[in-house]
């Protein structure tokens, strides 16, 4: 029987393919590459830094449907890309190319994706109180990375190292031979409400706080990780998605949109965000914040795998570099090669991470801000690299926003990204992305796109 809990994660990971770990709920923070600390008021500061509604900018602000995704990798090039869509014939590829994608995939980032919608967001703020946010939202985040072992076992089959120097019959375990491999992605709905009020107002500084509180709804979680001979095996998935049969698989995103279909949380949990913010001068910013303090309790759909060794010539591998070919190979290794069994409960951190900012407001009409993330925890979703960027908002006419700065880390080569909003009174849309290079780079090729169309701000305070 298929472990229709691996496999499902890895197909929403692996096969979709289009999410990216920054702030994509976040349509101005992706113009500028995910710099926000600084910049982020009314109900952007949900998962940011609360504190920031002390000082909001408009009495009400709200939105529907903003949000984004995006993809990157050191792994992939254009070519290889090309290579897989082309999903050649079994016999059409020589063992030396795959040879080649065995070593190129041999890598602890070959893919970093992830995706957040902003079902809704709105925020109010009261002068004498301070502000509260509350929001709905969806996150999906991935991460995956291989060994030497597992990444040759994906293209080159039983002609890998590995299989060739293994006797016939011979018992192998996962924490000797797949150490540093992981496969790790989670997908959560959040309910949000946060609160911020300046507490400190004196002549030229200013200090607010904030607690942010989120209940959180788990939908999908995976992790197949090794780690210095530790093995993390676990997954739950709602049962929606949890489809026993081939055309599901065909086609993962099928079950996603029949909207008539209700996705049933098999996990829930609780967060918070807790944040400081200052501004000096009214022209210098500083911000720190602690978000995702907390965990998930998974309880529905649970599977655990334990490391009870497997025969690695028992797998079948078909001599093809074609995507499809590596994801059953990748569906064979996970589920051949680990023990699984249901499991009532199991407990997993939120993915904590210290935010630090520093802004600078040039003049009315140019803002500058750096950013540095970290992440406090190995939690399934959390950045793998610590994140650097620096960001600039320019209001280039009375209706025109450009966002720009550059940004590295996470696992990512360094970033160009580009955010245009236009914006009156009351209104706001915007379109932006994390580097506008990365669809035209031959190596390490990446992809982002965040959207916000109805946004709405009314009573400038």
């Known amino acids: 029987m298929k472990k229709i809990w691996m496999l499902a994660l890895l197909s929403l990971t692996l096969h979709v393919s289009v999410f990216a770990q920054t702030e994509y709920s976040n349509t101005s923070a992706s113009g500028r590459g995910g710099v926000v600390n600084t910049f982020a008021s009314d109900y952007q500061t949900i998962g940011v830094n609360p504190a920031n509604l002390g000082r909001s900018s408009h009495r009400l602000s709200f939105t529907f449907l903003e949000g984004g995704f995006g993809i990157s990798s050191q792994a992939f090039t254009k070519d290889k890309i090309r290579d897989f869509r082309a999903k050649a014939e079994p016999a059409g590829e020589s063992l030396a190319q795959r040879k080649s994608y065995a070593q190129a995939f041999t890598s602890d980032d070959v893919l970093n994706l992830g995706g957040e919608l902003n079902t809704f967001a709105v925020s109010v703020h009261f002068p004498k109180i301070g502000g509260f946010a509350f929001s709905n939202r969806q996150r999906m985040l991935g991460y995956a990375g291989f060994n030497k072992n597992f990444s040759?076992?994906?293209?080159?089959?039983?002609?890998?190292?590995?299989?060739?120097?293994?006797?016939?019959?011979?018992?192998?375990?996962?924490?000797?031979?797949?150490?540093?491999?992981?496969?790790?992605?989670?997908?959560?709905?959040?309910?949000?409400?946060?609160?911020?009020?300046?507490?400190?107002?004196?002549?030229?500084?200013?200090?607010?706080?904030?607690?942010?509180?989120?209940?959180?709804?788990?939908?999908?979680?995976?992790?197949?990780?090794?780690?210095?001979?530790?093995?993390?095996?676990?997954?739950?998935?709602?049962?929606?998605?949890?489809?026993?049969?081939?055309?599901?698989?065909?086609?993962?995103?099928?079950?996603?949109?029949?909207?008539?279909?209700?996705?049933?949380?098999?996990?829930?949990?609780?967060?918070?965000?807790?944040?400081?913010?200052?501004?000096?001068?009214?022209?210098?910013?500083?911000?720190?914040s602690v978000t995702d303090i907390g965990s998930i309790r998974w309880t529905e759909n649970l599977m655990a795998g334990q490391d009870k060794g497997f025969i690695l010539s028992e797998l079948e591998s078909k001599e093809s570099n074609s995507f499809e070919s590596a994801l059953d190979m990748a569906e064979q290794l996970v589920n051949t090669s680990m023990e699984f069994a249901p499991q009532e409960e199991l407990k997993t951190n939120l993915p904590t991470r210290l935010r630090l900012g520093a802004g600078l407001n040039v003049t009315r009409d140019v803002e500058l801000g750096l950013d540095y993330v970290h992440a406090l925890n190995d939690a399934p979703g959390n950045i793998s690299q610590d994140f650097l960027g620096v960001g600039i908002d320019v209001m280039a006419t009375r209706n025109l926003r450009l966002s720009t700065g550059v940004s590295a880390g996470m696992g990512d080569k360094m970033n160009l990204p580009l955010g245009v909003a236009f914006v009156t009174p009351i209104y706001e849309f915007g379109l932006s992305t994390k580097d506008i290079m990365g669809p035209l780079s031959d190596e390490n090729p990446g992809a982002s796109m965040a959207f916000a169309f109805l946004r709405f701000k009314l009573g400038r305070l």
């Open 152 to 288: 040759e076992l994906l293209f080159l089959g039983q002609n890998a190292a590995i299989a060739k120097e293994t006797g016939e019959n011979e018992l192998v375990y996962v924490a000797d031979i797949f150490d540093g491999t992981e496969l790790k992605a989670s997908w959560v709905q959040e309910w949000n409400v946060a609160f911020g009020r300046t507490i400190v107002d004196l002549s030229g500084v200013s200090i607010s706080g904030g607690l942010g509180y989120r209940y959180v709804q788990g939908l999908a979680l995976g992790d197949f990780s090794v780690k210095n001979g530790q093995v993390n095996a676990y997954g739950a998935i709602s049962p929606t998605l949890a489809v026993d049969n081939d055309d599901y698989f065909a086609n993962p995103l099928s079950t996603l949109l029949d909207i008539r279909k209700e996705l049933t949380p098999v996990g829930t949990g609780h967060g918070f965000d807790i944040g400081l913010s200052a501004e000096l001068a009214k022209k210098v910013k500083l911000a720190v």
